[in-house]
């Protein structure tokens, strides 16, 4: 998972923090730090070609990141459930992005799609 500039500049990484705690997720790894444009283009690499990428790369680079490491069962299903649609007006009640996010770009945080892109995105951040 990645909190992203908007959530760290409003000061929601401790809110967010719990609520991931709270729904007994483990955090394992976790660092803070600004992303370069090249880096935040390369993370976002499949989304190559898309007409948001410019605007999300900007974003991206705006303000401090925190990429976190997380384990539970069923992680990456349940953390999506957790955070809720991209679009945080379409996020359903009591998720993170419902409660949290700005909108469809600004919308606080990412989570890995699946387990084969944890495990690229987690080597993205974290050496060990
Ligand atoms: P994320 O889950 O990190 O994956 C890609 C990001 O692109 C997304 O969250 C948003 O921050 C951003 N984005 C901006 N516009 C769109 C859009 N129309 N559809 C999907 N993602 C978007």
């Known amino acids: 998972m990645i909190i992203k500039p908007d959530a760290t500049d409003r000061r929601f990484i401790g809110r967010i923090i719990d609520r991931l705690e709270k729904a007994r997720f483990q955090v394992v790894q976790m660092r803070m730090l600004r992303l370069t444009s090249a880096e935040a283009r390369r993370f976002y690499a499949v ?3 898309k007409p948001f990428l410019d605007d ?5 680079v705006s303000g401090r990141v925190v990429p976190m490491v997380l384990e539970k069962e069923n992680a990456v299903a349940d953390l999506r459930d957790l955070i809720g649609a991209t679009d945080p007006a379409r996020a359903a009640c009591g998720t993170i992005r419902q409660e949290i996010a700005l909108d469809v770009q ?5 989570a890995s799609d699946s387990d084969e892109n944890a495990a690229i ?8």
Not at 56 to 60: G, N, Q, R, Y
């Open 47 to 49: 989304h190559e070609g």
């Open 56 to 60: 999300l790369v900007e974003f991206m």
């Open 106 to 110: 600004r919308n606080s945080v990412h």
């Open 121 to 128: 995105e987690i080597a993205f951040f974290f050496s060990d």
